[in-house]
Structures are given as structure tokens and as C-alpha cells.
């Protein structure tokens, strides 16, 4: 039903945006040229235009409405992977150096292993 109505909300907002730039603005318009007789007179396009102008836009309105509606009630919970969360990282290997005979007795070296931290529970 969302997909659908998803869709139907996605047609109806290109057919609004048409509709608007078919209309006749200060400058001129897109293109609704009319013969001086028939339903498409320069005053009836202009009618026609500005009721699907209104239709459109409150049915844009109302599908997001719905939409939203249906979101919002269809959602489903979080689910969360807990699997992992009691196991330990394995403690690297530790690392060989050459001594070096400049090194000073008591300073850490650069590249002894850290000690291996369990994760927080």
C-alpha cells in the first residue's frame, strides 16, 4: 500500500509541477496558445489551469499526509545485535625489537604491546 501511494504521490507531484509551468505568467507562459473559440480560450485555460493548480496541490497535501500517516504506525522496531557484545579481542602479538644501546633503563619502549582491555558491558 506504501509503495503504491508512494507512487501515485510521485505522479501526482510531476503533474503539479507541469500544470504550474503550463500556466500564463507576466512574461508569458509555456506554451498554452488558444484559438479565439472552444474550450481552450485564453480564459478558460486559464480556469482549467488554476482548478487542477488547487486539485493537484490538495491532493499533494493529503497524500503526504497519508503517507506520513502510514509511516509512522508501520514502523517496525530496532533490532540490535547483541551477539558480539560479551566476547573479548584477542591480545595482539607482541612485537620483537633489536635493542637498541641508546635506550634509557626505565623508558617504555615504542612498540610494546598494550595490554588487552575487556569491552565494557
Sequence with gaps: MFKFLLI??????ASLVGVILMQRS???????????SGFMTARGAADFLTRSTAILGGLFIVLSIVLAAIAGTTREPTK??????????????????????????GAPTSNQAEPAVPLAQ
Design 8 to 13: 501515485v504521490q510521485t505522479l501526482v507531484a
Design 26 to 36: 507576466e512574461g508569458g507562459g509555456l506554451g498554452v496558445g488558444g484559438s479565439s
Design 80 to 105: 540490535v545485535d547483541t551477539s558480539l557484545a560479551n566476547q573479548v579481542a584477542p591480545a595482539p602479538a607482541p612485537a620483537t625489537a633489536p635493542a637498541t644501546p641508546q635506550q634509557q633503563p
